[in-house]
């Protein structure tokens, strides 16, 4: 039986249009999740190159890569680990302690326990997060007014990790510091954590990653790394490191702590000089010749290597 055709006003109660809308509901909600939770390595590329990482995520993986040029060059692998032993984070000299000092405030021997040059309290290296994306947090550095200067990771009593460096809480007179949060690598608390202490040989032997295989983003498509780190922008972090005066010599055992109040490792020696006192430097990578993004640029972006 052939409609008569509906004229504009006239009421429909045929379901036709309804399942049209339904349909087109449908797959607009599909594309919306699509778009928002990649569901592969390939979804992730894609949006990747479409919108590039996120600021605080790029800023978190620039210091990873500064932190992991520096124990390749040094051959000390300063890691935060997780009870089953597997790396959280690398940790390199600008990396902060709990008392809020650097490692390399920390002492110049990278096996051996010492105290912090600026607090003088501080008797041993005991990494704390220092960005939110760490702890599961990323929404934080969005709102209005949030000062990443100021924030710190929250204690069980709510309050920050930065009002328990001398123990007991400042604000509420909580005994010690106890974590309300999660390791965004390992789901475990920073009570499950120590800070480990590594030559390159000790890694080795344990069959952990060491040289290129230890640079974040190393075990997954090499476009990951080269979105990720494009344009050099690690300038910041990697002006506080610090070259040490000779490769680590092979030792017996890896150093470390049971408990948060770790092993404390720094290596330095004096910083480069300002680049308007240094002589002229290469214009490409001498390992895989990609041009440098910018003249002060001191690694390239394409492998890593530092620039001459």
């Not at 390399?104 to 607090?119: A, E, N, V, W, Y």
């Not at 608390?189 to 230890?214: A, F, I």
Request: glycine share 8%; charged share 25%; aromatic share 6%.
């Amino acid at each position: 039986m052939v409609r008569a055709p509906i004229r504009y006003g006239d009421i429909d109660d045929s379901q036709e249009v309804h399942d049209e809308i339904r349909e087109v509901g449908t797959k607009i909600q599909q594309r919306i999740a699509d778009n928002r939770m990649p569901r592969n390595e390939s979804d992730m590329l894609r949006n990747l190159r479409e919108h590039g990482p996120a600021p605080g995520g790029k800023k978190l993986m620039d210091n990873e890569m500064a932190a992991a040029l520096w124990s390749i060059e040094s051959g000390i692998y300063v890691t935060f680990q997780s009870s089953n032993g597997n790396d959280c984070c690398r940790i390199g000299p600008a990396t902060k302690c709990f008392c809020g000092h650097s490692l390399d405030s920390h002492g110049s021997d990278p096996l051996r326990s010492t105290g912090c040059k600026q607090c003088k309290k501080c008797r041993y290296f005991n990494y704390i997060p220092t960005r939110p994306e760490e702890v599961g947090m990323g929404h934080l550095p969005r709102r209005k007014n949030f000062n990443i200067n100021e924030w710190s990771p929250g204690c069980r009593c709510q309050h920050g990790a930065a009002h328990h460096r001398t123990g007991r809480c400042t604000k509420c007179g909580c005994c010690s510091y106890q974590s309300d949060w999660l390791c965004v690598a390992c789901d475990k608390h920073y009570e499950d954590h120590t800070t480990v202490v590594e030559t390159e040989d000790d890694r080795r032997r344990c069959g952990k990653p060491v040289g290129e295989q230890y640079k974040p983003l190393a075990t997954v498509d090499p476009q990951f790394a080269n979105l990720v780190f494009r344009g050099g922008s690690m300038t910041d972090h990697q002006k506080a490191i610090k070259r040490p005066s000779q490769r680590v010599a092979p030792s017996s055992g890896s150093s470390a702590i049971s408990r948060p109040s770790q092993r404390l490792i720094s290596s330095s020696s004096s910083s480069a000089s300002a680049s308007s006192s240094m002589p002229q430097r290469s214009t490409t990578c001498k390992s895989c010749s990609t041009p440098f993004t910018t003249p002060t640029a001191k690694f390239c972006s394409e492998c890593g290597t530092r620039r001459v």
